[in-house]
């Protein structure tokens, strides 16, 4: 089924298959190019065109003041309407008057219109009212306008009245001829930024998109690892870390294949010795039914023996698998649960963690530290998986050493409260501690093993059926020897502590 990323992505392909100009990155960075230089001559347009009519107005002025000078020292005297008319036609003008102090003299007037539009003083214009003028005389049409200012060289003061739609004309013709200079500017310019970029960044970006596809399609080939060029920039260190990158994804690949393969044969043994292991059960079994004094001793032991053997076999077999089941959450009665788990502790408790009988083993004393009542919300089977492996562990560490020295303490404790919506489990004994290589590699697989020549397994399903319960397991601190498991799991608001039961000791039940 297609997706909606996928729909968008191949709108953007060719009939070729590769990708369309304008979605490209060197497409875009052109296109861009082209509008900000486009919008920094817009921005260089305003203020020319304000320029360009300032100097068109004062053209006409010092064109009607070469005019109204020449016949300056004629006094009194009108001059003939021909000269008028020919003046009018040179500067473009209606009227033409000059002032010199508090005195005015109409030079030529010709059609003077009954009103005026806007009055123009150009001695003293502002940049910003010179922006603002051009644009309304941009937006007018057949405005009369008065326009005066003073003559250069002397102290007279020239004024002329004229239609606007010349200078609106001429200033069309400018905004014209400045926007085809603008485009053709900014293609230009455009195209070397184009250039530049392509060749300092476009190409080197597109080499490493390419080396990422063609890497991603088969990651084992080392020839799909992309060499770096030998530059020192941003793009060339980038280049360095993706080689970097995609050499330890394959290191890490190969690992992880090589791991994937092991754990399938591991599998494919534990499967068939389980098989085995089935039928030996059946013949130990009958093995308990001889009357035989001797084979009454050894067979429990056989048969315990075994026992482990199928739990072992059964705990990769369910490590290997994808995924546990999602928790079927219940109210357990926290301490009956507890309880269960030493009972079946307490067959194992007289056998070595290799399954030799110890000589006269020394008890264990299973401290259950839980309020009677106590309630957890969790799933039954998997809570008692998590609790059995780290007990179970506990005793193996327990009886590892020294299980013939009677002077020494071995006290498994397991305590629970609730408190503030959250459960806390801990699991405390008295042995020989946790290693600091196996500290380093905890509730990891195959390598978080206390002991030696164990799995790691126990921890590693504990601390998986934990996290999709919500919760932790942690390894906490103790003043004492020994080593204190702690798991925390999100529970019901808090309950009403009960008396605490009687510690019983493991050796003493089985007796």
């Not at 900000?36 to 001559?41: D, L, T």
């Not at 070469?66 to 020292?73: H, I, M, N, Q, T």
């Not at 529970?491 to 007796?511: L, W």
Request: hydrophobic fraction near 45%; charged fraction near 25%; charge should be negative.
């Amino acid at each position: 089924m297609d997706s909606g990323d996928g729909t968008d992505r191949r709108e953007t392909l060719s009939a070729n298959g590769k990708q369309k100009p304008w979605h490209s990155l060197s497409g875009k960075l052109l296109m861009l190019t082209v509008l900000f230089v486009m919008v920094a001559e817009v921005l260089i347009f305003v203020p020319s065109v304000a320029n360009m009519r300032m100097r068109w107005l004062e053209d006409r002025l010092r064109t009607a003041a070469a005019a109204s000078l020449v016949v300056e020292g004629w006094e009194n005297m009108e001059l003939p309407r021909p000269i008028q008319n020919d003046a009018l036609m040179a500067t473009g003008t209606k009227s033409i008057a000059l002032k010199t102090g508090n005195m005015s003299r109409l030079i030529a007037a010709s059609d003077m219109p009954p009103n005026v539009d806007q009055q123009y003083d150009l001695s003293s214009v502002s940049p910003f009212a010179a922006i603002r003028d051009a644009f309304v005389t941009l937006f007018s049409d057949d405005r009369i306008i008065r326009v005066y200012g003073p003559v250069e060289g002397s102290s007279m003061m020239i004024d002329v009245v004229m239609e606007e739609d010349p200078l609106r004309n001429a200033m069309l013709v400018y905004g014209r001829n400045v926007f085809f200079l603008s485009v053709l500017i900014s293609l230009f310019t455009a195209g070397l930024v184009f250039i530049a970029i392509n060749a300092m960044m476009i190409r080197p970006i597109r080499h490493m998109t390419s080396s990422m596809q063609d890497f991603s399609r088969d990651p084992d080939d080392p020839a799909r690892v992309i060499t770096p060029r030998e530059i020192n920039d941003e793009i060339g260190i980038a280049e360095r870390h993706l080689q970097s990158m995609q050499q330890e994804l394959q290191a890490t690949l190969k690992k992880q294949q090589h791991l994937a393969n092991l754990g399938l044969a591991v599998s494919k043994i534990n499967h068939d010795m389980r098989n085995i292991l089935a039928s030996a059960q059946l013949m130990s079994d009958r093995l308990s039914m001889v009357d035989d004094p001797i084979v009454k001793r050894f067979a429990p032991k056989l048969i315990r023996t075994m026992d482990r053997a199928v739990d072992y076999t059964r705990e990769v077999l369910d490590y290997g698998r994808a995924n546990e089941a999602e928790p079927n959450r219940r109210l357990v009665d926290f301490a009956a649960l507890v309880t269960d788990v030493r009972d079946m502790l307490i067959v194992d408790a007289d056998l070595r963690p290799d399954g030799e009988a110890v000589p006269e083993p020394s008890p264990i004393d299973f401290v259950i530290d839980v309020p009677a009542g106590l309630e957890i919300e969790a799933d039954s089977e998997q809570l008692f998986r998590v609790i059995h492996n780290l007990c179970r562990n506990a005793v193996q560490a327990l009886t590892a050493d020294g299980a013939d020295d009677l002077a020494i303490v071995r006290r498994i404790t397991v305590s629970a409260s609730v408190s503030e919506g959250t459960a806390t489990i801990d699991i405390d004994d008295t042995g020989p501690g946790m290693p600091p290589k196996a500290r380093e590699n905890l509730f990891t697989a195959f390598r978080g093993s206390a002991r030696s020549g164990g799995t790691g397994l126990g921890l590693a399903i504990a601390s998986e059926l934990v996290r999709a319960h919500g919760g932790s397991i942690t390894l906490a601190d103790k003043p004492g020897p020994g080593t204190r498991f702690r798991i925390t799991l999100p529970n019901q608001p808090d309950q009403a502590a009960c008396p605490v039961p009687a510690p019983m000791p493991i050796k003493e039940v089985g007796e």
